[in-house]
Each structure stands twice: as C-alpha cells, then as structure tokens.
C-alpha cells in the first residue's frame, strides 16, 4: 500500500517537476533575449556616435579646406595687369624716342638737346618725367633730370600721401615742394598701391 502511494506521489511530482523545470529554461531564454538586445541596442548607439563624429569632421575638413575670399587674388590679379600695362607703354615710349632722332629733320637739335643733359640730376635709377608708375607706402623714387623725389606714405582706396606734397585724392594733382613739378595720381588702391605720373615745366 505505501509502494502504491509512493508510486501515486511521483507521478505527481514528475509534472510539476517538469514545469518548473520548463520555467527555469524559459526565464533562462529570456535573459538571454534580453542580455542580447541590451548589447545590441548599446552597439547601435557606438556606431551612430561615430558615424556623427567622422560626418563633423568630415565638415570641419571641408570647412578648413575651402579658401577664403578676402580680396587679395582679386588685388594681385588687378596690380599684375597694371604692371603688365605700364611695361608696354614704356617700350613703346622707349622705341618712339629711339626712333625720333632718326625720323624728324631737327635731329641735330635734339642730339644737342640731349648733350646737354645736366651731370648733377639724375638719370639712372629713377623715373623718366611723364611716366606712369606705380608707388607703395615707404618708398622713395627720383624722378630722372629733376630734383623731384616722390617719397609716399599712407595710400588709402582712394589717397596717396606724399612728402612735399601732401595728400592727393584719386585723379588729382599736386605740387611737389621745392620744384616746379606736379604729380597726378590715377588710381588708389587700399591694398598699399597707387599710380602716379610727374610732370615738370
């Protein structure tokens, strides 16, 4: 009789036995869900994170990369086609007075004019009389078979300043202390650049 109760019990037992086991297996299973979608979730958010990092400094590269417009290629390019300009008017000036000796009947006359050039003014390293030239701040150019010396200082966008003469707006005139020249100022340049020309009677 004990055997048979014995055997009643197990069989009981077995069920519930199984169950929980199935329940310790099914939380087991989900932990494991759970553990893996934590981890999944946590490197989702790695990979955004850098994806955002390399895209801001991929911008920050491009940023740094691109040239800033502050007007000084635009400054070059506008002086280089004034020189380019002043070197073609002075051959040109320099082949006419190459040639004028030789063309006019008065040939004579200017080689003697020409003779009589003064020892005691300038006549290299400076600058022909009605030339037009280009100055900047601090510098100091004679003016050949003159005692002219334009010798500059603060040039705006649109004034030159200049020892003896003082501060000459764009497409005026001054006159140059001490002698019985004028410089004309053609253009004025913020950038530290002008265009000038002396004459003298």
Known sequence: M???RRLVLIDRLIPFLAAVVGLVALAGAVAVQLNTDAKTKAVTEAVAAL???V???GKRAEAAAAP???GTA???L???DRMVKLEGEWTEQKAAAVATPAALPGAAEAGAETAAIDPNLPT???IPLGTRFMVTPGESYPICQSKAVIKTGLITA???TMDGVGQVVETGFGSIAGTSCTVMVFSADEAGFAEVRVTCT
């Open 124 to 126: 290299t390293d400076c």
């Open 55 to 57: 895209d801001e400094l």
């Open 78 to 80: 506008a002086l280089q």
């Open 158 to 160: 649109d004034t030159v």
């Open 51 to 53: 994806r955002s990092s």
């Open 74 to 76: 635009a400054g070059l």
């Open 2 to 4: 004990r055997r048979y």
């Open 68 to 70: 800033v417009d502050d």
